[in-house]
């Protein structure tokens, strides 16, 4: 059958008062002039010219005034009809849906674009330019778009919105009522379109049409409420296979039995993608859980999980004891990717450490975060041994610029311990710099008062003898006494000058 047979060859009375009514809705316009002193106003609308009622009240209708037509009683805006209208131009992209021409249980789509002029403004007509074509019918879909360098038509391989593509830029308007007119008394009438008429990015409903001519179980994954599967398929996202779009049976579909839907639904969890890729994924491999159990985790634990050596149901049971262990929101596991990262951390901090996985209670400890939290400080005084071997090496040097003057001392920080003290303490960030410190990179200094000599007061850091910065609470800039204290050092410690008198 001819595609284009498919189609209306007019334009419908119904569309043109649509394109009238809601789409140049905000482009109706009172074109006024003035003849013999009385002013006189075409309302673009409703195309009639009378003398407006302004002229013999208070005055006139001026350029650009917001009014309403005396005749129609539409909003418009007033334009002097002696002005030039070369800028004066509406236009927009409207998606038609009707029913074949041919075919009882297909329905078609026209995108247009609609524009009007209005350099002649008593004889501006609104045109009608098909962009492209679309046919759903079902088993079938098909669009043509019209190529203009080549004045031809070209069919497509696959649906594709206009409205996201060629129109991206175009106001888009599609009448829903419009749309339910269409498809009544067709296949398409109960395929649940209209929960999904408002998607981000799917506005015109050609994937949403596409869709359900390709596969008629649209309508029941819908209504059972397994709408976040044609959602996924709509946009693209993932739905993990956990779909047989091509299903007979609402079980052939879903992958599911028919005790399984049943306690899916007893169980008031969501069903979307994800969970139901949890669901089949440790069913497959040995591990028979609830739809709430496998809600508790997450696909990006399924993908991790599957990348360590051991077994999947291994990881799941004990990712799952662990996701209960706390009842603290800040501490339990909220992701299950959070957990294999904690997880595959502890086992490389085991390693390092020279502990030994082999034995369970190692490998899979009773609480954790508990144990990771261990490793992680056994590491870290593993790290500050080695920084603070260096650090010892270069103090005997650094003190060389220990200094007094008036209530302050300064000397060089003593290890990387009293680093992460003095920030945080000061609320700053110098227990970062303790690499830096160790490497001699960097020199810092504590600055100290004399009543008060284990209290962190001002942090200095000097660079290759010169002072980088000097810095208190919270980064707070020096005081004066603390100002005249660095300037004296440096005058004295690193330029080798004498105490000014």
Same mark, same amino acid.
């Given at each position: 059958?001819?595609?284009?047979?498919?189609?209306?060859?007019?334009?419908?009375?119904?569309? $043109?008062?649509?394109?009238?009514?809601?789409?140049?809705?905000?482009?109706?316009?009172?074109?006024?002039?003035?003849?013999?002193?009385?002013?006189?106003?075409?309302?673009?609308?409703?195309?009639?010219?009378?003398?407006?009622?302004?002229?013999?009240?208070?005055?006139? %209708?001026?350029?650009?005034?917001?009014?309403?037509?005396?005749?129609?009683?539409?909003?418009?805006?007033?334009?002097?009809?002696?002005?030039?209208?070369?800028?004066?131009?509406?236009?927009?992209?409207?998606?038609?849906?009707?029913?074949?021409?041919?075919?009882?249980?297909?329905?078609?789509?026209?995108?247009?674009?609609?524009?009007?002029?209005?350099?002649?403004?008593?004889?501006?007509?609104?045109?009608?330019?098909?962009?492209?074509?679309?046919?759903?019918?079902?088993?079938?879909?098909?669009?043509?778009?019209?190529?203009?360098?080549?004045?031809?038509?070209? +069919?497509?391989?696959?649906?594709?919105?206009?409205?996201?593509?060629?129109?991206?830029?175009?106001?888009?308007?599609?009448?829903?009522?419009? $749309?339910?007119?269409?498809?009544?008394?067709?296949?398409?009438?109960?395929?649940?379109?209209?929960?999904?008429?408002?998607?981000?990015?799917?506005?015109?409903?050609?994937?949403?049409?596409?869709? @359900?001519?390709?596969?008629?179980?649209?309508?029941?994954?819908?209504?059972?409420?397994?709408?976040?599967?044609?959602?996924?398929? /709509?946009?693209?996202?993932?739905?993990? #296979?956990?779909?047989?779009?091509?299903? @007979?049976?609402?079980?052939? $579909?879903?992958?599911?039995?028919?005790?399984?839907?049943?306690?899916?639904?007893?169980?008031?969890?969501?069903?979307?993608?994800?969970?139901?890729?949890?669901?089949?994924?440790?069913?497959?491999?040995?591990?028979?859980?609830?739809?709430?159990?496998?809600?508790?985790?997450?696909?990006?634990?399924?993908?991790?999980?599957?990348?360590?050596?051991?077994? %999947?149901?291994?990881?799941?049971?004990?990712?799952?004891?662990?996701?209960?262990?706390?009842?603290?929101?800040?501490?339990?596991?909220?992701?299950?990717?959070?957990?294999?990262?904690?997880?595959?951390?502890?086992?490389?901090?085991?390693?390092?450490?020279?502990?030994?996985?082999?034995?369970?209670?190692?490998?899979?400890?009773?609480?954790?975060?508990? @144990?990771?939290?261990?490793?992680?400080?056994?590491?870290?005084?593993?790290?500050?041994?080695?920084?603070?071997?260096?650090?010892?090496?270069?103090?005997? /040097? /650094?003190?060389?610029?220990?200094?007094?003057?008036? #209530?302050?001392?300064?000397?060089?920080?003593?290890?990387?311990?009293?680093?992460?003290?003095?920030?945080?303490?000061?609320?700053?960030?110098?227990?970062?710099?303790?690499?830096?410190?160790?490497?001699?990179?960097?020199?810092?200094?504590? $600055?100290?008062?004399?009543? @008060?000599?284990?209290?962190?007061?001002?942090? /200095?850091?000097?660079?290759?003898?010169?002072?980088?910065?000097?810095?208190?609470?919270?980064?707070?800039?020096?005081?004066?006494?603390?100002?005249?204290?660095?300037?004296?050092?440096?005058?004295?410690?690193? +330029?080798?000058?004498?105490?000014?008198?």
């Amino acid at each position: 059958m001819d595609f284009y047979s498919h189609f209306p060859k007019q334009i419908s009375q119904e569309l $043109v008062d649509y394109v009238k009514d809601v789409v140049f809705l905000e482009s109706r316009y009172l074109f006024v002039r003035k003849e013999k002193g009385t002013q006189y106003g075409y309302c673009s609308h409703c195309e009639k010219e009378y003398v407006t009622a302004h002229s013999y009240i208070k005055g006139v %209708l001026i350029h650009n005034q917001d009014t309403i037509c005396d005749k129609c009683k539409s909003y418009v805006t007033v334009k002097s009809a002696g002005r030039g209208r070369k800028n004066l131009f509406v236009e927009a992209y409207v998606v038609w849906y009707e029913k074949s021409q041919v075919n009882p249980e297909a329905i078609v789509a026209r995108g247009l674009l609609v524009s009007k002029e209005y350099d002649d403004y008593r004889n501006s007509q609104i045109k009608y330019s098909v962009v492209t074509s679309y046919l759903f019918e079902p088993g079938y879909s098909e669009q043509r778009v019209y190529v203009g360098w080549r004045d031809t038509w070209s +069919k497509l391989k696959k649906i594709r919105s206009e409205a996201n593509g060629t129109m991206l830029y175009k106001d888009v308007f599609i009448s829903h009522d419009n $749309v339910k007119g269409a498809v009544q008394d067709t296949p398409f009438q109960y395929s649940t379109w209209e929960r999904y008429c408002n998607m981000f990015g799917r506005k015109d409903l050609v994937h949403f049409f596409d869709l @359900a001519a390709r596969y008629s179980c649209i309508e029941y994954l819908t209504k059972i409420g397994f709408y976040k599967f044609v959602e996924a398929k /709509l946009t693209g996202s993932k739905t993990y #296979r956990t779909i047989n779009w091509n299903g @007979a049976t609402l079980e052939k $579909v879903t992958r599911l039995s028919k005790a399984e839907l049943k306690q899916l639904k007893q169980e008031k969890v969501f069903p979307k993608p994800e969970l139901l890729y949890v669901y089949h994924t440790l069913k497959k491999h040995g591990l028979k859980v609830s739809f709430e159990t496998a809600a508790l985790l997450d696909e990006m634990f399924i993908e991790e999980a599957l990348k360590l050596p051991e077994p %999947l149901a291994v990881l799941a049971k004990y990712a799952l004891k662990q996701r209960t262990k706390r009842t603290d929101s800040f501490l339990s596991y909220h992701y299950g990717y959070s957990f294999i990262r904690d997880l595959r951390d502890y086992w490389s901090e085991c390693e390092e450490l020279g502990l030994d996985l082999s034995k369970d209670h190692i490998k899979f400890p009773n609480d954790l975060q508990k @144990a990771h939290t261990e490793t992680s400080k056994r590491i870290k005084v593993k790290v500050d041994e080695a920084l603070n071997k260096k650090i010892n090496k270069r103090i005997p /040097l /650094l003190a060389k610029r220990s200094f007094s003057y008036g #209530r302050l001392h300064l000397r060089p920080a003593a290890s990387s311990i009293e680093l992460f003290e003095e920030g945080k303490q000061l609320k700053h960030c110098v227990g970062q710099y303790a690499k830096r410190y160790a490497e001699g990179d960097t020199d810092i200094y504590v $600055v100290r008062k004399n009543n @008060a000599p284990d209290e962190p007061f001002y942090t /200095l850091e000097v660079q290759k003898g010169s002072i980088v910065q000097c810095r208190g609470f919270q980064n707070k800039n020096m005081t004066k006494e603390v100002a005249s204290f660095i300037d004296i050092f440096e005058q004295v410690k690193l +330029k080798k000058k004498k105490i000014p008198a």
